[in-house]
């Protein structure tokens, strides 16, 4: 059975630091493009950063592109979001997802999903 599980979310500050962590289970992690997205209340889905399965390339929208980085364990099976400088607008629900095509991952189409985190960036 496929599982993505996502923690590390919680409420912090803006200019705050948190990082997500994604857990892997029941498929062949090493060969797939891991992502992160997020969606906020009454708006879309956006990609966040993808990385590719050997580490190199990847990938940040414009929006968090010098506060965010994106890593994975391939050995842990599990991906990983270090944000920084969070910003109000930051706040959403953050899910952990994979294929073996890039191209899904960057348009939210990939084969897996988590269940998501929940970042808060609030004074």
């Known amino acids: 059975q496929v599982q993505l599980v996502e923690s590390g979310g919680g409420l912090v500050q803006p200019g705050g630091s948190l990082r997500l962590s994604c857990v892997a289970s029941?498929?062949?992690?090493?060969?797939?493009?891991m992502g992160w997205s997020r969606q906020a209340p009454g708006k879309q889905r956006e990609t966040v950063a993808w990385?590719?399965?050997?580490?190199?390339?990847?990938w940040y929208n414009d929006a968090v592109k010098g506060r965010f980085a994106i890593s994975r364990d391939n050995i842990k099976k599990s991906v990983y979001l270090q944000m920084n400088n969070l910003k109000p607008e930051d706040t959403a629900m953050y899910f952990c997802?994979?294929?073996?095509?890039?191209?899904?991952?960057?348009?939210?189409?990939?084969?897996?999903w988590g269940q998501g985190t929940q970042v808060n960036v609030s004074a």
């Open positions: 029941g498929f062949e992690f090493r060969y797939y493009v």
């Open positions: 990385i590719s399965n050997n580490h190199e390339p990847t």
């Open positions: 997802h994979g294929d073996f095509r890039m191209a899904r991952v960057l348009a939210n189409d990939s084969t897996y």
